[in-house]
T-cell receptor, first 116, second 111 residues
Framework: AQKVTQAQTEISVVEKEDVTLDCVYE???????LFWYKQPPSGELVFLIR??????QNEISGRYSWNFQKSTSSFNFTITASQVVDSAVYFCALSEANTGGFKTIFGAGTRLFVKA | SQTIHQWPATLVQPVGSPLSLECTVE??????LYWYRQAAGRGLQLLFY??????ISSEVPQNLSASRPQDRQFILSSKKLLLSDSGFYLC??????????FGPGTRLTVT
């Protein structure tokens, strides 16, 4: 069965601090996809990134970076030099290829507060 | 570009009343469509998904139903709302990729 665990319920940082959001997943499928979504106070989820199980390259996009490690089944998300606009709930998610991508499992989310 | 609409944005309904939430997608054809519910302070629960007109898969048995009368229209319904149906309802779509794109959501309060 697939499962996504985001152990950090809430994180509070001061602006310009770096912060890492943890995500641990479980799956029996050899081909799967991992995602991060951002949910700002408005409520609409915004897709941030997708990683395929066969591609462990880390990725950087501006102040955002993602560390995918199959050996520890983790897909962590780091925000460098955080800003108040980064305040949101962040969801990690997993979709197994054998479900055709129709069943995406979301973690419980991590609420990030960035104080000015 | 593709856009996804949901309405209404907010809804307050009494227990036992019917429900109809609508979702439409523009700028794409034959999308996969999804309904999720998010309880307060919780993660997302997949309720239904659809790969085409009239094709609905239910993930959670409950008093909700879904229909897809047109290619880019997805409707979530209930004949009689329960208090436990309160939550934030999100519609999403995807095409060739596995990532999903979400609408603005409907906040439902059942009183």
């Amino acid at each position: 069965a697939q499962k996504v665990t985001q152990a950090q319920t809430e994180i509070s940082v001061v602006e310009k601090e770096d912060v890492t959001l943890d995500c641990v997943y479980e799956t029996r499928d050899t081909t799967y996809y991992l995602f991060w979504y951002k949910q700002p106070p408005s409520g609409e989820l915004v897709f941030l990134i997708r990683r395929n199980s066969f591609d462990e390259q880390n990725e950087i996009s501006g102040r955002y970076s993602w560390n995918f490690q199959k050996s520890t089944s983790s897909f962590n998300f780091t925000i460098t030099a955080s800003q108040v606009v980064d305040s949101a709930v962040y969801f990690c998610a997993l979709s197994e290829a054998n479900t055709g991508g129709f069943k995406t499992i979301f973690g419980a989310g991590t609420r990030l507060f960035v104080k000015a | 570009s593709q856009t996804i609409h949901q309405w209404p944005a907010t809804l307050v309904q009494p227990v036992g009343s019917p429900l109809s939430l609508e979702c439409t997608v523009e700028g794409t054809s034959n999308p996969n469509l999804y309904w999720y519910r998010q309880a307060a302070g919780r993660g997302l629960q997949l309720l239904f998904y659809s790969v085409g007109i009239g094709q609905i898969s239910s993930e959670v048995p409950q008093n909700l139903s879904a229909s897809r009368p047109q290619d880019r229209q997805f409707i979530l319904s209930s004949k009689k709302l329960l208090l436990s149906d309160s939550g934030f309802y999100l519609c999403a779509w995807n095409g060739g990729g596995y990532e999903q794109y979400f609408g603005p959501g409907t906040r439902l309060t059942v009183t």
